[in-house]
């Protein structure tokens, strides 16, 4: 099991930037991918970003494409989002998970293939 923290939310306006962080500890991190989700309120949790192990390969939701960017150093247990040119609807709960199993080839979307969340940070943008 690996414990994740979340940390970089805040209330910014629309047109600004902001850098979410997660720090990982517990089992070795550089062996899983890595996942951002959001959750806003009276919504599901979806898929934001992931990355894998190694840190070549990334994935993205469509309506992130272009602005947000994800990367990870093991070094630091540490993965990171880049949000640039956020817009109100990226308003939510971010949330970092641990996929579930070690050097898994495919990155998946899925709540359901990650098995270690941390407890969120809140991004708001207001118009």
């Known amino acids: 099991q690996v414990r994740l923290v979340e940390s970089g939310g805040g209330l910014v306006q629309a047109g600004d930037s902001l850098r979410l962080s997660c720090a990982a500890s517990?089992?070795?991190?550089?062996?899983?991918?890595m996942g951002w989700f959001r959750q806003a309120p009276g919504k599901e949790r979806d898929f934001v970003s992931a990355?894998?192990?190694?840190?070549?390969?990334?994935n993205y939701a469509e309506s992130v494409k272009g602005r947000f960017t994800i990367d990870r150093d093991n070094a630091k247990n540490t993965v990171y989002l880049q949000m640039n040119s956020l817009k109100p609807e990226d308003t939510a709960v971010y949330y970092c998970?641990?996929?579930?199993?070690?050097?898994?080839?495919?990155?998946?979307?899925?709540?359901?293939?990650?098995?270690?969340w941390g407890q969120g940070t809140q991004v708001t943008v207001s118009s």
């Open positions: 990355i894998s192990w190694s840190g070549r390969r990334t």
């Open positions: 517990g089992r070795t991190f550089s062996g899983y991918n």
């Open positions: 998970a641990a996929d579930s199993i070690r050097n898994r080839v495919a990155l998946i979307t899925s709540r359901a293939a990650y098995a270690d």
